[in-house]
């Protein structure tokens, strides 16, 4: 068809969620709350491992790191998911739409990276123990850190590209937030390539990224298996029970919504399962790596008892 005989949308509508009654201020004043506690868990993480000295190690580096992304992921969807449950919809311009696009994407593969990078930091720290903190530097880890968010912001640019360059016949985008599948079903041209573009683009990053974890993770299990004592064998695993469960949320919805099955996509499903990554797992993270990890309590204390002592002085 002739993209010059179409009009160029200049506004879309966010449709999100359909809400009857008194569903639907429930549903915002919970989705609020938890938006208020996503982002006062993962401040609270960035200033912890800031504040207190016992967390100045790589891991927790990269949690911090994990968590400042994780602040601008949600803010980037859980603002337009409170207007939509709101108002019912939510007008967004043309060009906030596709910057919001890439910005979620651009986060969304950051973190692939991030966690790749994350299991790449215990591999070392347990396979390489005597190595660790050399090859582990201060350097280092700021390097894996910005390469990780190059890595991320250069992989949106494709998805990005795909849509800005469609034109559009249809408004209403059946969606909380600009996604990739709800906006080429707007299209007034056919996104079979466009689909199958993104679908490899995406696929290939997160199925490489996915593998390296699932590599690095293997390596992990056998030197594990080799320590002397079940006491050893449990504090080794416990330091990465945190980042598994990390990972297996993240990739588990983000697979089932960009590399599963059309069905997935033709009943509207992706909103829901959706929600996992962009809204409960920057929820969860705070709470996984805080509540399951005793370093992170001894913080705590450490940093309440050092309050508690500049309140007392004159």
């Known amino acids: 068809m002739d993209h010059v005989n179409h009009t160029w949308i200049q506004t879309f509508v966010l449709a999100g969620f359909t809400t009857s009654g008194i569903l639907g201020p429930l549903a915002f004043i919970g989705i609020l709350c938890i938006y208020l506690l996503t982002l006062a868990g993962n401040l609270f993480i960035i200033v912890l491992v800031k504040t207190d000295s016992g967390l100045s190690t790589p891991m927790y580096f990269f949690i911090s790191v994990l968590s400042f992304l994780e602040l601008w992921y949600i803010s980037t969807t859980v603002p337009t998911l409170l207007h939509t449950l709101l108002h019912g919809s939510s007008p967004i311009s ?29 591999y070392l720290a347990i396979c390489r123990p005597l190595h660790y903190h050399a090859l582990m530097s201060r350097q280092v880890q700021q390097w894996l850190a910005v390469i990780a968010w190059l890595g991320g912001f250069s992989s949106a640019l494709v998805p990005a590209g795909l849509i800005v360059s469609l034109p559009y016949c249809f408004r209403q985008v059946s969606h909380y937030f600009c996604d990739l599948a709800p906006l080429m079903r707007l299209a007034c041209v056919n996104t079979g390539w466009h689909t199958q573009v993104y679908i490899v683009v995406i696929g290939l990053i997160n199925t490489c990224n996915l593998v390296i974890i699932l590599g690095f993770y293997g390596g992990i299990f056998k030197a594990v298996l080799k320590l002397p004592s079940a006491a050893s064998r449990a504090k080794a695993f416990s330091t990465c029970s945190s980042h598994v ?16 099955p059309p069905v997935v996509h033709s009943e509207g499903r992706d909103k829901f399962i959706a929600l996992v990554y962009a809204f409960l797992t920057p929820f969860l993270n705070p709470i996984i790596y805080t509540l399951r990890n005793r370093e992170v309590k001894e913080a705590v204390r450490r940093v309440t008892r050092r309050i508690k002592g500049e309140m007392k002085k004159p």
């Open 245 to 260: 469960t990390v990972v297996t949320l993240f990739y588990g919805s983000a697979w089932i919504v960009y590399v599963g």
């Open 94 to 122: 043309s060009a906030t739409c596709f910057t919001q696009l890439y910005i979620f994407h651009s986060l969304g593969l950051t973190e692939c990276y991030l966690l790749c990078v994350m299991a790449l930091d215990r």
